[in-house]
Each structure stands twice: as C-alpha cells, then as structure tokens.
C-alpha cells in the first residue's frame, strides 16, 4: 500500500515532530487536535524547529516553505476520512485512546492503517476497541522526533504483515531505524528506561542525591546525554507516570510502583518542561 496522505492527531510535542517529519518527505499531512489553539501550537513547534534549520543551513528557506505547505490542519477527526495511514498521538491514556479508536474504525477508509504513537499501552487493546484489528500497529516515535532515529514498531498478534510491513517501510523512508517488537507493555523502550527514571526519582525523595548531583551521575558515569530527571522533565511527568501505571498495572509487578514523589508533582501540576517546572525550573 502507497502512503500519501497521513493524518496525525495530537499536536503536542510529539505530533507535531511527527507531522514536521512526514512532511519532510513531501508527505501530504493533516494535523488534528481538540482546539485551534493546540493546532497553532503544534504549528509553532514544526515553524521554530525548521527555522532553526534554515539559520544552521541545513535547508534553504524554499524547502522550510514547501514543507509547512504539506501540513494541513483540522480539529475534526472526520476531515481524516482520506489518509491512508492515521497517527495518533494524544495523552497517555487508555480510555481516552480507546474511544478515539473506536471513533477512527468508524469515521476513516477501510484500508486505512490505525497507528499509535503510545508509550506503554499494548496495541491489542486500542486494536479490539477500533474494530479493525488487521489495520492497527504501534508505531512509536523517540522524543524528540526530528533528531532521534528510532522507531519501535510494534506488532500486536492481530496486525497484518501488509499494515506492519507498509509502516515499517514508511519509518525506513523517514530515513528512520525501525525495530519490530511484540506487544507487551512499555514495548522496549519504556519497559527499560522508565523504572531507571523511576528509581531516580526515589533516589530524589530518599535524600540520596539533589537532582543535579543524580543528573551528573549518569551523565558523567554512564554518558548519557541527559540525566534521568532532566529527561523525565523532558518527556513530561504526566507522561512517566502513565507509562508507570501502565507498566504497574499490567505486568503486576511491585516493582513497576510509581514513586510516590512523581505522583505528587503529577497532582501538583509539576509536569516538567510544559509547565516551567518539574524536577528544575524552565
Ligand atoms: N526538537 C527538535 N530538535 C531538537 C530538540 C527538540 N526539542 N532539542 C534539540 N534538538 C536538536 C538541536 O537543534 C540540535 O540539532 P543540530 O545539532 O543539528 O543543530 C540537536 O538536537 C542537538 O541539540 P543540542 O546541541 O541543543 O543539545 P544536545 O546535544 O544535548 O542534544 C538531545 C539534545 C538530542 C535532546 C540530547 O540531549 C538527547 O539525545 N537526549 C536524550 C533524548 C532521549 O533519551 N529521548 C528519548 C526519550 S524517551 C521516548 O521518547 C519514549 C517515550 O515513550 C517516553
Ligand atoms: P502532549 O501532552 O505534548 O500532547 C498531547 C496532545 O494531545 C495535546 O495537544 C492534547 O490537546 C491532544 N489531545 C488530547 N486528547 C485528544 C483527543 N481526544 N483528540 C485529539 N487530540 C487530543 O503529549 P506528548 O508528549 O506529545 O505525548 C503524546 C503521545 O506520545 C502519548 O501517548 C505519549 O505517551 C507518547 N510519547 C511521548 C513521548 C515523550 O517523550 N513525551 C515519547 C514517545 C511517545
């Protein structure tokens, strides 16, 4: 199956990288979200990003022209009707993302394919509750998406190899790096990296470390490019929560329990980097 046209729903930080980069590939993109406001952010995101490549001479200001002319916007999920392949990429929530499924195996082609973008949530379930079970996989971008070159696709048992290998091949003409993984919750990725960031945080709370003097740890230590805490600002602490929860809940491990500390900043509207605050200041 041909790719043309994509639609992407949720314009936040990672809609709007996926948007930005489909768009590079002359991909004609349709972006969606709940309000004008959060479309025109999701609009500012992709114009500063390619503005920052057109002052490093990485593309010339025709090219950075061409490719917000290829973004469309929409705060209708029926104007999908015509993409061949659909991105979701809203909050890290399963009801939320269930209804939305629900919703897309009613409103987009048949031939459709029903990605998502999810942390954690297995695609079995957002497969089930769309209706649509052979079209739905998971395609999960790496924060942030115009730098990093991974992309976990993921397989649930229902997927056909036509939607699994067209989403594949669409990660390879992001001029990305593709990895198939099974459904299970947290995929690779976040099964791995979310407990260290987790552990951080309880490093945090135990007086072990400040957040800094942890940062350096693991950044000098095991050179990485950002400290765990700085990274779980950047990902958003709403987020790392979810994937805990997810991971908490669905594996039944005690070993997945959130920390008590991200709960707490997650209530108090400590949420990281979209919010000016988390565990430093913005
Ligand atoms: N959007 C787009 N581009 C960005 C960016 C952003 N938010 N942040 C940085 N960049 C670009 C910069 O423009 C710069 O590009 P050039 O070198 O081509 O000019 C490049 O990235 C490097 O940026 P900086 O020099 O400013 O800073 P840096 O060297 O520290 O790199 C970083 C920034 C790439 C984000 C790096 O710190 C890094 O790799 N951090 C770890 C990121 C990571 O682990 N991501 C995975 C998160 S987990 C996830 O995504 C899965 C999930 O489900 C939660
Ligand atoms: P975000 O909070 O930056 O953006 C989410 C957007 O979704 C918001 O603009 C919100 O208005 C919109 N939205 C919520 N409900 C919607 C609905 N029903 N219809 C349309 N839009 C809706 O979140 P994000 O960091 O971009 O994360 C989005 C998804 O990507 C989540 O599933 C998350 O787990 C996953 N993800 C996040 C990261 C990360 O580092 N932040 C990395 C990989 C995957």
Request: with cysteine; charged share 20%.
């Amino acid at each position: 199956m041909k790719i043309r046209k994509v639609g992407v729903i949720g314009a936040g930080q990672m809609g709007a990288g996926i948007a930005q980069v489909c768009a590079g590939i002359d991909k004609e993109v349709i972006l969606c979200d709940i309000n004008e406001e959060f479309v025109q952010n999701g609009i500012n995101t992709i114009t500063s990003n390619l503005q920052r490549s057109v002052t490093k001479e990485r593309i010339n200001q025709e090219k950075m022209e061409t490719i917000l002319s290829n973004v469309n916007t929409t705060i209708q999920n029926g104007n999908l009707s015509d993409c061949d392949i659909i991105i979701e990429a809203i909050i890290e929530n399963v009801n939320v993302k269930k209804k939305l499924f629900a919703d897309l195996g009613q409103t987009t082609k048949k031939d459709a394919i029903l990605a998502s973008n999810t942390s954690s949530i297995p695609i079995g379930i957002l497969a089930e509750a769309s209706g649509r079970q052979a079209n739905v996989v998971g395609m999960h971008f790496m924060n942030p998406v115009p730098v990093m070159k991974l992309v976990e696709v993921i397989r649930a048992k229902t997927t056909s190899d036509e939607t699994f290998n067209t989403t594949f091949k669409l990660a390879k003409d992001l001029n990305k790096t593709p990895v198939l993984v099974n459904d299970f919750p947290g995929f690779v990725s976040n099964r791995i990296l979310l407990p260290m960031l987790n552990e951080a945080m309880f490093c945090v709370l135990e007086g072990v470390a400040e957040p800094k003097a942890i940062d350096t740890v693991m950044k000098l230590g095991m050179s990485h490019p950002m400290g765990p805490l700085r990274l779980a600002d950047f990902i958003g602490l709403d987020t790392c929560l979810a994937i805990m929860q997810v991971l908490h809940r669905d594996m039944n491990d005690e070993k997945y329990r959130p920390c008590p500390l991200l709960i707490e900043m997650v209530k108090n509207g400590k949420l990281g980097n979209k919010t000016g605050e988390g565990f430093y200041k913005y």
